[in-house]
């Protein structure tokens, strides 16, 4: 039995889709996780290679907003890219860096996630003495049937 099997390899891709093209990578690296960093803030980089690859490359995001990617290549089909993590979001951030060859074939992914944490909005309880005047707001009265907190932390 082993012997029939050691005549196979198993090659791992993956399928993913970007915007509405479905696309194959050759090579997928494992999953990087850059845990919490504060929104605004950058984590050290982190390293993933791709070894197999065409000479000409070039790597990019999915999204491309919390992550960004500067890659070393050796010409020889070797690349390091270091990623770094700024979050510009609270939550959990998810891309993945794509490495295309010169026909703009994805050949190899990283996928890519951490959390960005930001101060919680907390309101405490008490009185609203002035919500408008007829003096200020132009309307003969006024009447307050509620607030809102919109996700950048406007009260209205």
């Given at each position: ?5 050691s005549?196979f390899?198993?090659?791992v891709?993956a399928?993913?889709?970007v915007?509405?093209?479905?696309v ?9 996780n ?10 050290s980089?982190?390293?993933v290679?791709?070894t197999?690859?065409?000479?000409v490359?070039?790597f990019?995001?999915?999204?491309g907003?919390?992550f960004?990617v500067?890659?070393?290549?050796n ?9 770094t993590?700024?979050p ?10 794509l490495v295309?060859?010169?026909q703009?074939?994805v050949v190899?992914?990283a ?6 944490t930001?101060p919680q909005?907390?309101?405490?309880a008490?009185i609203?003495s ?5 003096a ?6 006024a009447?307050l049937n509620g607030v809102?907190l919109?996700?950048?932390?406007n009260l209205?």
């Amino acid at each position: 039995m082993s012997k029939f099997f050691s005549s196979f390899s198993i090659a791992v891709a993956a399928i993913l889709t970007v915007g509405s093209n479905l696309v194959v990578a050759q090579q997928v690296v494992p999953v990087t996780n850059f845990a919490q960093v504060a929104v605004g803030a950058s984590s050290s980089p982190q390293t993933v290679s791709f070894t197999g690859v065409p000479t000409v490359v070039s790597f990019s995001q999915t999204i491309g907003t919390d992550f960004s990617v500067n890659p070393t290549c050796n010409g020889s089909g070797s690349c390091t890219a270091a990623i770094t993590f700024t979050p510009t979001q609270p939550g959990l951030r998810q891309d993945a860096v794509l490495v295309t060859n010169s026909q703009g074939n994805v050949v190899g992914i990283a996928a890519v996630y951490g959390i960005g944490t930001a101060p919680q909005t907390s309101i405490a309880a008490g009185i609203i003495s002035t919500v408008a005047s007829r003096a200020t707001s132009g309307l003969g009265s006024a009447t307050l049937n509620g607030v809102a907190l919109v996700k950048l932390g406007n009260l209205f």
